[in-house]
């Protein structure tokens, strides 16, 4: 698991958010991951991955959804991008980190991740593997072992992240990095 030191290494301490007081939330069995937000922090930005900057509704607010199986509070982590209408959210109730397509039809919740500090896992070691490709953008067989070195790595955390090549961390392998 990723510790705020290793964050503040990578990204400075300006680069890291951590979530003061969360408003709003209704209930949770999620004591933990909030406590990880508190002192731990993500990111405020990982190149085509994460983006805190990205517009309402905003990172760390409460988004409430209704469901089948009753109500749910679904805490916001930030999207892929500045741009993007996606969210990471964190279910409250399960711990799973998912994401939503705010301007989808038909809005369905995919869980990207088994629980919060595995997000932040993957979250942290995809931006160091991008540092490391650019600074060795001419070492292509460093690259590929390193990738590869990587995948291996965040599959033996989080098997469910890569489960099917429509997961949302098999389509970053493949399309982003």
Known sequence: ????????????????????????????????????????????????????????????????????????????????????AMRYLLDTKDGYVVLLDLESQQPALEVVNESLSNFMEYVYRIARYQSFRENVAENGVAIADYKELLSTYLVSMDSFAFAKTTNWWSMVFDRVL
């Open 1 to 84: 698991m990723v510790s705020r030191g290793e964050l503040i290494e990578h990204f400075g301490s300006d680069g890291v958010a951590t979530a003061s007081e969360i408003k709003g939330l209704r209930s949770t069995s999620a004591a933990t991951d909030l406590e990880l937000l508190r002192t731990v922090g993500i990111p405020l930005h990982v190149d085509r991955i994460l983006s805190l900057e990205s517009g309402t509704p905003e990172a760390f607010s409460v988004f409430p959804v209704s469901t089948t199986d009753g109500d749910l509070d679904l805490l916001v982590l930030g999207s892929p991008s500045i741009k993007s």
